[in-house]
């Protein structure tokens, strides 16, 4: 099966009683075998009230907001002061060594990518 990093986590956050002592997956976490997926927030050219978004950014950026991430989105938090809760500590480390592509080699490569994946799973 192919997902999430914080996946076995979320799993076992989430199991029914009883809870099993471990997810029902596990985290291979190989070097460059996992790709990070960034997720951004951003300030359209010509907003409205671009003082207000930018209280909004630094609002997402707050240790506060990001301390809520994890459980509720299940991606790690991107302000290195917000600290991992335990079961991430355990079941979903930060990936050590992720791969990472341009997006210009991902704009690239993207529908041949899809098709050979479709091909290979959906044989």
Excluded: H
């Excluded at 986590?9 to 989430?14: C, G, P, Q, S, V």
């Excluded at 596990?26 to 671009?50: C, D, H, M, R, T």
């Excluded at 079941?91 to 210009?104: C, E, N």
């Amino acid at each position: 099966m192919v997902s999430y990093a914080t996946s076995p986590a979320a799993e076992l956050y989430f199991a029914s009683d009883p809870k099993p002592a471990q997810p029902p997956t596990a985290n291979l976490a190989l070097e460059n075998g996992s790709f990070l997926q960034v997720e951004f927030v951003g300030i359209l050219k010509g907003a409205k009230e671009p003082d207000l978004a930018r209280k909004f950014v630094d609002y997402m950026l707050s240790v506060a907001f990001q301390n809520d991430i994890p459980l509720q989105m299940w991606v790690y938090p991107s302000n290195a002061q917000a600290p991992l809760p335990d079961i991430f500590q355990k079941w979903a480390p930060v990936p050590a060594k992720p791969l990472t592509l341009s997006p210009s080699m991902i704009d690239t490569g993207r529908d041949g990518w899809i098709r050979t994946w479709t091909q290979v799973v959906l044989r």
